[in-house]
Every structure is written in C-alpha cells, then in structure tokens.
C-alpha cells in the first residue's frame, strides 16, 4: 500500500540513509523488477548518447532534435509513473480540485511493506535520478560557450524534465511539506558541529 503525503506529512530519510538496520539487512540484494530497472536507465541515456554523437550520425538537426525529445518524454513518463513506484515505491503528481486549485501530491510506500524494492534497485534508482541530469546542466554551459544556440532549446528542456522528476522524488522521500533548504541548512550544520566537537575531544 501507500500512503498519501499531498502537502503534508512526516519526513523520510533521505535515499534510505537512516533506515532501521534489521529492515535493511532484510532486503534482498537481486533485482525484482528487471524490466523496470532497464527503462529506467535506457531512456535518459540513450538521450544523452544521441545528443553527444548526433553530429557524427546524422547531419539532420531535425531528426536528431525530435530522437531526443521522443526519449526524454518517454524517460520523464516512465520515471513518474512506473519505475519510482516499482523501485522505490514514490510517485508524484499535480491534481487540480473541484475549486480549480492546484495541489502537489507526493506518494510513499509505507515503511516495512513486504512490496519493499531492494538495496540494488534502490541505488540504481537513485543513481540514474541524479547523475544523468548534472549531464544536462553540463550541456547547457556548454552549448552557451560554444554558440550553439539552435541545441539550447533541446538542452533546456532535457534539463528540465529531468530534474523534474529529481525534485520530486526527492519531496516524496522527504516528506510533501518539507523545505529542502532547510533541510540542506540543518544537515550541514549538523555535520559542522559535528566536526567541531570532535576536535574539541581529540588529542
């Protein structure tokens, strides 16, 4: 089951950091759902694969331009709608109520589920949330210094969709209401103290 977090709730530990021991050691390490696993890396990369060796491929922009937003859809849907759900048990979305006001809602698998994804498709899952779209961001300089002005179209939009999806896994794991900067601000003034104090004990 899930459960509901839409502009509410109690935080979550963030990528399972804090999760209670004997539950983690429970999990199994193979991959339940290896259908799910492969899409949810083989859209977003083979986008950036096509954007990098588009020019070497094709001389056609507008094939290479079209490929690549086909794949970065297909990527943001079934991240959104599938591969969260399976691997990591979150999903998001955006409802408009009977006032016509919108809400956010953020989903999350209850914890100690028997439906709970694994260590392996957690990290991959996490993984490809997070790296491929710093990709992204590097095309995107990288388009400005180099006059391409025709890809930043493509570019932003590969950026956007895809941390999108990042931003809002992330609220879903740690809670609907929870200021990330916030919690950034408080986890790096935890870890300062931290520090702080042991050099205070140390020899």
Request: charged share 20%; net charge positive; aromatic share 14%.
């Amino acid at each position: 089951m899930l459960h509901l977090l839409q502009d509410s709730e109690a935080d979550a530990p963030l990528f399972g950091d804090d999760e209670d021991t004997h539950t983690a050691s429970q999990r199994k390490s193979k991959i339940k759902y290896p259908v799910a696993t492969f899409f949810h890396l083989f859209f977003r990369t083979c986008a950036i694969l096509v954007y990098l060796l588009c020019e070497v491929v094709s001389s056609s922009f507008i094939v290479c331009m079209v490929t690549i937003i086909l794949l970065l859809s297909c990527d943001f849907w079934t991240v959104k709608n599938v591969t969260g759900r399976l691997l990591v048990g979150l999903r998001w979305w955006n409802q408009v109520d009977d006032d016509g006001k919108s809400h956010w809602v953020f989903e999350s698998r209850k914890t100690g589920s028997r439906n709970g994804a694994s260590n392996s498709e957690s990290r991959i899952f996490w993984l490809g949330l997070v790296v491929c779209p710093l990709f992204w961001v590097i095309f995107v300089f990288s388009t400005i210094f180099s006059l391409k002005i025709k890809w930043l179209a493509v570019v932003i939009m590969g950026m956007a969709l895809q941390w999108a999806n990042l931003y809002g896994y992330v609220r879903c794991k740690v809670g609907g209401k929870t200021n990330l900067r916030s919690m950034a601000t408080n986890y790096l003034g935890a870890q300062f103290f931290k520090q702080a104090i042991a050099k205070h004990e140390g020899p």
